[in-house]
């Protein structure tokens, strides 16, 4: 199976940024979208971007113009580049990818453990 870790996450002031990265690894046969998710407490679990295997991606308006993501195909990760960033981005930071197996043709979400993100003076 394929397992995804994220890393990154911590500690910024407002306005600061932080570039979260997402390897994944195992038994890989294709990849599909891999996109970003955040959760802050007693909120529900929401999209930040997604991004194709084609390399198209879409963005959540609130992180829109601030947010970049993108994927390196051959090291299998999907990164997330955070500017200017504001206290209401405060949360857990989760990657996910859908996987297809060639064989079957059977999709799989896999998620990562998360990561910590938290924007304070």
């Known amino acids: 199976q394929v397992q995804l870790v994220e890393s990154g996450g911590g500690l910024v002031q407002p306005g600061g940024s932080l570039r979260l990265s997402c390897a994944a690894s195992?038994?890989?046969?294709?990849?599909?979208?891999m996109g970003w998710y955040r959760q802050a407490p007693e909120k529900q679990r929401e999209l930040v971007a997604v991004?194709?295997?084609?390399?198209?991606?879409n963005y959540a308006d609130s992180p829109k113009g601030r947010f970049t993501i993108s994927r390196d195909n051959a090291k299998n990760t999907v990164y997330l580049q955070m500017n200017s960033l504001k206290p209401e981005d405060t949360a857990v930071y989760y990657c996910?990818?859908?996987?297809?197996?060639?064989?079957?043709?059977?999709?799989?979400?896999?998620w990562g453990q998360g990561t910590q993100v938290t924007v304070s003076s």
């Open positions: 996910n990818a859908v996987v297809i197996n060639t064989t079957t043709f059977r999709s799989s979400i896999y």
């Open positions: 195992g038994s890989i046969f294709k990849i599909n979208a």
């Open positions: 991004i194709t295997s084609g390399g198209s991606t």
